[in-house]
């Protein structure tokens, strides 16, 4: 089953603008990652965030997790046609004894030039 | 640094034989972990090696097995294909020493069963 859920499914902005998609989760985390993927492809790490921790920023990218609603946002600011891909919450497997990464089913985010 | 890399890039099998998927983990890393990826979803958790034992799994029949070697590379075994086996198989790998659940994936390998 899947923890984290994306919303919405897919995104289509034009360039330049700012992109926010948003993920829910069900059950306690204590981090929570947002990873890319270009066209079927493998999955490229973008940023972590702790669960003590309410907002994080990585270049272009902010990250904000609220985990009384058990959600987190990822803003992507001045959108750039190179941002084209899906991007997925990850969150820790809540299986026992794991450390592997449970993800949503993704945002698919288009840039129109 | 070098970056995961899995073998076959493509393969196309039928149904009820078997396929054995290959990865290299990243330079220094000592756990891999294994997802499958069907199409317009995320990637689901198989399972995960470390110090080449299975260090944990996901929601997958007994058919899909796995080895961890020394140099922590790692083989995805899948017996009796099924049709909806047909997915991307994708190999990540971390080191765990550092408590950090940051995973470096790899490209995947397509696999179609017919």
């Known amino acids: 089953s899947q923890q984290g859920e994306e919303d919405p499914q897919a995104l289509s902005i034009q360039e330049g603008e700012n992109a926010t998609m948003n993920c829910s989760y069900k059950?306690?985390?204590?981090?929570l990652q947002w990873y890319r993927q270009n066209s079927g492809r493998g999955l490229v790490h973008l940023i972590l965030i702790r669960s003590n921790e309410r907002e994080k920023h990585s270049g272009r990218l902010r990250v904000t997790l609220d985990t009384s609603k058990k959600s987190s946002s990822l803003l992507i600011t001045a959108s750039r046609a190179a941002d084209t891909a899906s991007y997925f919450c990850a969150t820790p497997y809540s299986g026992g004894g794991a450390d592997g990464l449970t993800f949503g089913k993704g945002t698919h985010l288009i840039i129109q030039p | 640094e070098t970056g995961v890399t899995q073998s076959p890039t493509h393969l196309i099998k039928t149904r009820g034989q078997q396929v054995t998927l290959r990865c290299s983990s990243q330079?220094?890393?000592?756990?891999v972990s294994w997802y499958q990826q069907a199409l317009g979803q995320g990637p689901q958790f198989i399972f995960q090696y470390y110090r080449e034992e299975e260090n944990g799994r996901g929601n997958f029949p007994p058919r899909f097995s796995g080895l961890q070697f020394p140099n922590y590379s790692s083989e995805l075994n899948v017996n009796a294909l099924e049709l909806d086996d047909s997915a991307l198989y994708l190999c990540?790998?971390?080191?765990?020493?550092?408590?950090?659940?940051?995973?470096?994936f790899g490209p995947g390998t397509r696999l179609t069963v017919l």
């Open positions: 990540a790998s971390s080191l765990r020493a550092r408590n950090t659940d940051t995973q470096y």
């Open positions: 330079s220094g890393h000592n756990t």
């Open positions: 059950t306690s985390i204590n981090n």
